[in-house]
């Protein structure tokens, strides 16, 4: 085992920051998490799902971290993006002058994985002078691992098992045990830069730095950025909300197979001290199959393809193999091992235990992640997503075994381990399966066993509205033959299981309503009333606030779901990014920032502009 000892320069700064307290950078293969006060803090290399470089996230002492921000105790941090980009900026206001630390990841747009990333850090002085420290502390290895260190002048190589990271700067580094530190005095307009980069053990060195070249690498990065965004066809009420979770999205998604993951970290806790610090670096059917909608939004017509191709390769994989036809999640390049297991030598976030990398769940039985699978296909193909033929027949022969498979207890959508229920949810998206397969069958001319897909649709429809419903609560509730209420079933009006403004389902939205929304923030669901097999309580989930705010938009109800969708701004970081939660004095809980709550965010101010132009042209 590593041993550390703590930074001397960190007495002034809580060990854990604020979750909502980073800003995310990456090259579309993997990212980083970078604090306001200047800390890489995450970063896994060579993928999102790899060990961890820097972890100090999940053990201040243990996981590793980059720090470079000024000497001066006395500084007031300030954080942004360069506009409509992935580059970080991070500000810090001393009494000697004013820095700035600019950050980001050179975006790699080949469809080949590599193992060289970089993160690139460019000091800049735009008053008085600043002195900057740098630290560098990299743990491999989720920091069980040992690293040897070779020291020049100007650069660094900490060696661990199978990987290299180089350091590289502009001004003189120094020997700190088998870490690094440096510093550097800045005048007005003057700069320095700093680079980590990963690449294997024995792979060639980075060509060498320069502030005049990097200051150009800058601007080739603003403009990749800016770019790419001004496709967008967004023209809505929320542009710089909508364009910030496109951008987090992109970032989220490993281009070399255009799955996306469910966030950037792993082990951040829903309930600070409590048990439910999951692995969410991988990538989910159900958060890429709406990510497919969102995008389309948006008019990401390649996005949304190469996901949907994904999406197709892993249900050809098992089309004629016994068992599952999915799974609910896999890694980026399609493997299905995530086998979990927990870091017992890390403490975990502000003590949350245990750390875990991996994920059990994957093993799980959730139902829904089929009618997720056709949700998204159907939506591809409507603007031109080329569905093949072999792709039709995996496709085809997955709704005939549905059809003899839909009508069994699962875990649900939520991943609880409490045991198999008949979650109404996973039957609400069985019948979207059903029903998208005979969209596609009949748009497309293919092959299908047309009546017996109609056959399973119409009986999920009978039995969901006979034994999912609940006449104390005059609801659609949670699972067969209970009265607990389920956020997840907001997304019935989008899929057209029923009518946004039928009696049913407005019955439905009243009920969660009354029980799951809190001040405008809403509620996966009650653990108390329905034991999840966990300890501990959990926030509001964003996600399911802005489903909230679609369903109640497509109800009709347009002046809450605006009002809802406005104050739920004022939840997000001083960077636009959210976590998976909101705890109960407004901070950010969960992995961060997560996907699911982005994409969310963007179908809600959708359909929430729809609605209002509608209300308007009925006046």
């Known amino acids: 085992m590593v041993r550390v000892e703590p930074s001397r320069d960190w007495t002034h700064m809580d060990r854990y920051p604020p979750i909502a307290e980073h800003g995310l950078v990456g090259d579309l293969q993997t990212a980083a998490l970078v604090s306001s006060q200047g800390v890489v803090n995450w970063f896994c290399s060579p993928r999102f799902d790899s060990p961890s470089v820097f972890a100090s996230l999940l053990d201040h002492d243990r996981g590793g971290y980059f720090r470079l921000a000024p000497e001066h105790a006395d500084v007031s941090c300030k954080q942004l993006y360069y506009p409509d980009t992935g580059v970080l900026v991070t500000r810090f206001m001393s009494p000697e002058g004013v820095g700035e630390v600019v950050d980001w990841m050179p975006a790699n747009t080949s469809r080949v994985p590599t193992d060289r990333h970089s993160v690139v850090r460019v000091i800049r002085v735009v008053r008085g002078t ?63 830069v700093a680079v980590f980069t990963t690449c294997a053990v024995d792979g060639e060195a980075p060509p060498p730095l320069t502030v005049d070249g990097m200051t ?44 996306p993951v469910a966030a950037a970290t792993m082990g951040l806790p829903e309930q600070v001290g409590g048990e439910r610090n999951w692995d969410y670096r991988y990538s989910w059917v159900r958060d890429g199959a709406l990510s497919v909608r969102a995008l389309l939004d948006l008019g990401f017509a390649e996005e949304a393809s190469a996901f949907t191709k994904w999406l197709g390769d892993r249900m050809r994989d098992r089309a004629d193999l016994p068992g599952e036809r999915l799974q609910i999640m896999y890694r980026v390049d399609g493997d299905p091992h995530l086998t979990e297991e927990t870091l017992d030598h890390w403490e975990g976030y502000r003590g949350s235990r245990p750390v875990r990398a991996g994920n059990a769940a994957a093993d799980q039985l959730q139902l829904d992640i089929y009618g997720e699978a056709l949700y998204a296909l159907a939506e591809g193909t409507d603007v031109g997503v080329e569905l093949g033929y072999h792709g039709w027949k995996g496709l085809a022969r997955t709704l005939d075994w549905l059809s003899d498979h839909w009508d069994r207890p699962d875990e649900g959508v939520w991943e609880t381990r409490g045991g198999r229920k008949d979650f109404t949810f996973s039957r609400v998206m069985c019948w979207v399966a059903f029903d998208r397969g005979m969209r596609l069958a009949t748009e497309l001319s293919r092959p299908a066993d047309i ?25 659609l509730v949670q699972h067969y033959g209970g009265d607990v209420l389920d956020a997840s079933l907001l997304l019935i009006p989008r899929v057209g299981f029923l009518s946004a403004k039928s009696p049913g389902w407005l019955s439905t939205l009243d009920a969660m309503e009354r029980k799951l929304v809190s001040d405008s923030l809403v509620y996966r669901y009650d653990p108390a009333a329905s034991p999840d097999g966990l300890r501990g309580a959990e926030g509001t989930f964003s996600l399911c606030t802005y489903l909230y705010v679609d369903a109640l938009a ?6 809450p779901a605006r009002y809802t969708f406005e104050k739920m701004h004022t939840y997000a970081n001083h960077v636009g990014l959210f976590a998976e939660e909101i705890g109960p004095s407004g901070e950010q809980l969960g992995n961060f920032p997560q996907a699911f709550t982005h994409l969310s965010l963007i179908m809600a101010a959708s359909t929430l502009d729809e609605a209002i132009e509608r209300q308007r042209q009925s006046r």
């Open 554 to 559: 497509r109800a009709g109800r347009v002046r």
């Open 130 to 192: 600043v002195r900057f420290l740098l630290e560098c502390r990299p743990r491999f290895d989720y920091g069980r691992a040992e690293h040897e260190l070779e020291l020049r002048s100007q650069d660094a190589v900490f060696r661990g098992p199978g990987i290299a990271g180089h350091l590289q700067a502009t001004f003189p580094l120094t020997r700190d045990g088998q870490d690094v530190r440096g510093a550097v005095t800045l005048g007005v307009g003057e700069s320095a």
């Open 216 to 259: 150009e690498r800058l601007w080739q990065e603003v403009d990749f950025w800016q770019k790419w965004l001004h496709t967008s066809h967004y023209r809505g009420r929320w542009a710089e909300m909508v364009n910030r979770s496109a951008i987090t999205i992109k970032l989220l998604t490993y281009h070399p197979t255009g799955a």
């Open 451 to 475: 009546p017996r897909w109609r056959d399973a649709r119409d009986a999920i429809l009978e039995q969901v509205m006979d034994k999912g419903w609940s006449e104390s609560e005059q609801a």
